[in-house]
């Protein structure tokens, strides 16, 4: 089993800054993909970024330029810096992998509990 557990949400100011960090453990062969999605109340989970164990990245064009994703592969942990934050940044941030348990096993996917961002005006 993989457990995904992340921490450094909160309430921060518009402006403002927080990172958010997400650790993987468990039965783990290899971590593929590690993303960041959110959920704001009333809308669907959106991806936010993604970063590939080459370390490729990508982001939602609503974030590009103050949202930047990285990862330790040697800690299976994935960050997300976010800068600058607006108030339409709130949300239940999920942090998801794609994890090969075993090298004759496919790819899992694995979604943390969720840690809430809330950015005042």
């Known amino acids: 089993q993989v457990q995904l557990v992340e921490s450094g949400g909160g309430l921060v100011q518009a402006g403002g800054s927080l990172r958010l960090s997400c650790a993987a453990s468990?039965?783990?062969?290899?971590?593929?993909?590690m993303d960041w999605y959110r959920q704001a109340p009333g809308k669907q989970r959106e991806l936010v970024a993604v970063i590939t164990s080459g370390g490729s990245t990508n982001y939602a064009d609503s974030v590009k330029g103050r949202f930047t994703i990285s990862r330790d592969n040697a800690k299976n942990t994935v960050y997300l810096q976010m800068n600058s934050l607006k108030p339409e940044d709130t949300a239940v941030y999920y942090c998801?992998?794609?994890?090969?348990?075993?090298?004759?096993?496919?790819?899992?996917?694995?979604w943390g509990q969720g840690t809430q961002v809330t950015v005042s005006s």
């Open positions: 468990g039965s783990i062969f290899s971590i593929n993909s």
């Open positions: 998801y992998a794609l994890v090969t348990v075993t090298p004759l096993s496919g790819a899992y996917d694995y």
